[in-house]
């Protein structure tokens, strides 16, 4: 397994995760099957956004002793009123709920997620109301280790972000999201297919979410990786072909901020097969020719797929487009530890002797050797 920091609540997160949200309404042996091998591959962070008593106690009698081993994702303000996951606003509804969460996983939530906020509606139900009060007071009082929010969609994220008080956020990224305009909403899309002619390359406001969260350090927890299992349906993919899952995660974890992938598996072999991603090599997880089977405006911007390696300097393309991304956000205010990282690395921009190998290489015409050149004027 590895590890990352989920940006400045200073956690170290496993690469990937369990969301265990495919657990519900399974047996208790299924479920201490999948957690066992879940803490056994290393997995140190769990989504437990469901609101089912059953399921919950059951992942807290798995976990047992080793409770403290695990960072829980919980959701404030998820109810299942009436047998059906419901989002709810209602303070004495939303206590009563998380408080239940609290008990069962003893006493204490790693990450406080305000559940689900894509709309101005959602956003002024949650941060015009007393809802964000009693966010505040559970973190004030122990209760939470630190504020995060979900949300699917990047304009919202964006105003969340930007209130200064979550740490981490958990978002739908896969490279399907990311190229459907922000205007579409994702959820649309699930019954009715991806249609391909929507698309259009990666969505700006999506790219300037992660660029802002990278900037803010707000680390990222990603959920939807496949996108329901449709990237890897030759039927529903909006690609010429579709993604395997080691893609779907490679492409969420090169993501500006993103320190794990929540994967949904539901038994232990499923979670073995997750594993292989760590087993694999760059070209068996390199995703960038099948997004270049789009019509598309990639022209110029890069993906951070790294197809562009190896260069002979050793840098790591990818990264230093990254930061320099970041940095021309608002160049100037390029935030300290953009600088720092960018110098930490082994070899950056000025390491870069213009041989233009890697420019060959790149399937989407990013002028390499010019961002070489800007990334150590800005951050050198
Ligand atoms: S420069 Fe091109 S090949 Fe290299 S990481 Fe960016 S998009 Fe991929
Ligand atoms: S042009 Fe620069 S960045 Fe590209 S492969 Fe050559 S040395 Fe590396």
Request: glycine share 8%; charged share 25%; with cysteine.
């Amino acid at each position: 397994m590895k590890f990352r920091e989920l940006g400045k609540t200073g956690l170290r997160v496993s690469e990937i995760g369990l969301g265990c949200e495919h657990l519900d309404g399974k047996p208790y042996a299924q479920v201490e099957a999948t957690i066992n091998a879940a803490l056994e591959h290393g997995v140190n962070i769990m989504d437990v956004f469901m609101p089912g008593r059953e399921i919950r106690e059951n992942i807290a009698r798995a976990l047992g002793n080793r409770r403290k081993e695990v960072i829980l994702q919980g959701h404030i303000g998820s109810s299942d009123i009436r047998q059906q996951y419901d989002i709810s606003r209602d303070m004495p509804t939303v206590k009563q709920y998380f408080e239940d969460a609290l008990r069962i996983f003893g006493g204490y939530i790693d990450l406080g997620m305000m559940f689900f906020i894509d709309s101005d509606e959602d956003y002024k139900n949650v941060f015009e109301t007393d809802f964000i009060k009693y966010v505040e007071h559970l973190k004030k009082e122990g209760y939470i280790g630190h504020i995060g929010f979900s949300s699917h969609n990047p304009s919202t994220a964006i105003k969340v972000i930007n209130t200064g008080l979550p740490e981490m956020m958990l978002f739908s990224i896969n490279p399907a999201f990311d190229m459907l305009p922000s205007e579409e909403y994702i959820f649309d899309h699930f019954d009715s297919g991806f249609a391909p002619d929507l698309f259009r390359g990666i969505d700006p406001k999506r790219a300037e979410l992660y660029k802002l969260c990278s900037q803010k350090g707000i680390g990222i927890t990603v959920m939807k990786t496949l996108g329901a299992g449709k990237l890897l349906s030759p039927e529903h993919s909006p690609f010429a072909k579709p993604l395997t899952v080691p893609q779907c995660v490679h492409y969420a974890l090169s993501r500006p901020a993103v320190a794990s992938v929540m994967l949904g598996c539901q038994t232990p072999e499923e979670l073995a097969a997750a594993m292989q991603y760590f087993d694999l090599d760059d070209s068996q997880k390199d995703y960038s020719d099948i997004l270049g089977t789009m019509r598309n405006d990639f022209k110029g911007n890069c993906v951070y797929c790294s197809h562009c390696q190896p260069c002979p300097a050793e840098i790591d393309i990818a990264t230093v487009i990254k930061y320099l991304d970041i940095a021309q956000l608002d160049t100037a205010n390029i935030p300290p530890s953009i600088r720092s990282h960018y110098k930490s690395l082994a070899h950056n921009g000025a390491d870069c002797i213009e041989c233009g190998n890697c420019e060959s290489r790149c399937p989407f015409s990013v002028p390499i050797i010019e961002k070489m050149a800007e990334a150590e004027r800005l951050l050198g």
